[in-house]
């Protein structure tokens, strides 16, 4: 069946260091991938897509991703922390079916940043 | 701000009650989902309309229902609440139903006591 892992619930990082967070998926063909933030009271925001082309992707905020084939793995990088990503991220594929598409989120990786 | 307007913001209700959360897309999407996130769960996708048309299905209870209106607002219905129901829902839109981007409201809190 289809999923996305991140495998890492809580993260703490200090402030100014690197990040990254991991997302694994499973899914038979080529995926879409995407990767979200969830702001503490706030809906969900993308902070990048993955469809094609050059597999590591700029995103809003510093961030970036990069798609691995080999490893089904689409991890989220950062390389310098401000206090403001304090925040849960969310890894997703989406997953075709029937002619129609549908997101699959990962369980979500809750970053905390230490001054 | 993502466009999309979800109301009410909280709610709370009692088990065996029945509730309807709504939502607004943005201007000039076609496509609406619900999603349920609760701590055991996770974020847990629950259905996508496309133009007033269901389009997807996924982990929504027999207990629930959704439509969207002409008017493309959508509207997610919970009956026979439970303890369990007790979640943050989350509407999102997008343009199309090709898995662009999804932009999402700020959610409706349901808290059934």
């Known amino acids: 069946a289809q999923s996305v892992t991140q495998p890492d619930i809580h993260i703490t990082v200090s402030e100014g260091a690197s990040l990254e967070l991991r997302c694994n998926y499973s899914y038979g063909a080529t995926p879409y991938l995407f990767w979200y933030v969830q702001s503490p009271g706030q809906g969900l925001q993308l902070l990048l897509k993955?469809?094609?082309?050059?597999?590591l992707v700029q995103g809003i905020k510093g961030f970036e991703a990069e798609f691995k084939r080999s490893q089904s793995s689409f991890n989220l990088r950062k390389p310098s922390v401000h206090w403001s990503d304090a925040a849960e991220y969310f890894c997703a594929v989406a997953i075709f079916s029937g002619g129609y598409n549908k997101l699959i989120f990962g369980a979500g990786t809750r970053l905390a940043v230490h001054p | 701000d993502s466009g999309v307007t979800q109301t009410p913001k909280h709610l709370i209700t009692a088990t065996g009650q029945r509730v309807t959360l709504r939502c607004s897309p943005r201007s000039g999407d076609l496509s609406v989902y619900w999603y349920q996130q609760s701590l055991d769960q996770g974020l847990q996708f629950l259905i996508q309309?496309?133009?007033?048309?269901?389009?997807a299905k996924g982990n929504i209870l027999e207990r629930f229902s959704a439509q969207q209106f002409p008017d493309l607002h959508s509207e997610l219905n919970l009956s026979s609440l439970e303890l369990g129901d007790s979640a943050l829902y989350f509407c999102a839109s997008s343009f199309d139903h090709s898995a662009g981007e999804l932009f999402f409201g700020e959610g409706s809190r349901l808290t059934v006591l």
């Open positions: 993955y469809f094609s082309g050059d597999t």
């Open positions: 309309y496309y133009n007033g048309e269901e389009r």
